[in-house]
């Protein structure tokens, strides 16, 4: 499905990939993510740059509040 999607937005003209992902290892870090970023690298795009936010300093505003309620839970 990613793939399929940057397939979709990408212009012609477009020689740079930048992706923002979660710091989720299940999910971001694995080795078939991993593999995309670099077939995409070697065939389709000059760079990808993968950024992981540091811990603790989320960018969406329902992760701060889950993150809140956590603390209030414990």
Known sequence: MLFWYI???RTANTR??????DNLA???KNWFVLGLF???CNNI?????IHFPTPGHLFL???RE?????QKKS
Not at 16 to 21: E, P, R
Not at 45 to 49: L, P, Q, S
């Open 61 to 63: 505003p329902i992760d």
């Open 38 to 40: 670099q077939f995409l």
């Open 45 to 49: 795009f000059e760079t990808v740059m």
């Open 26 to 28: 299940g999910q971001n």
């Open 66 to 70: 889950f993150a809140i309620l956590e």
């Open 7 to 9: 397939r979709k937005i």
């Open 16 to 21: 740079h990939l930048i992706v923002f992902a």
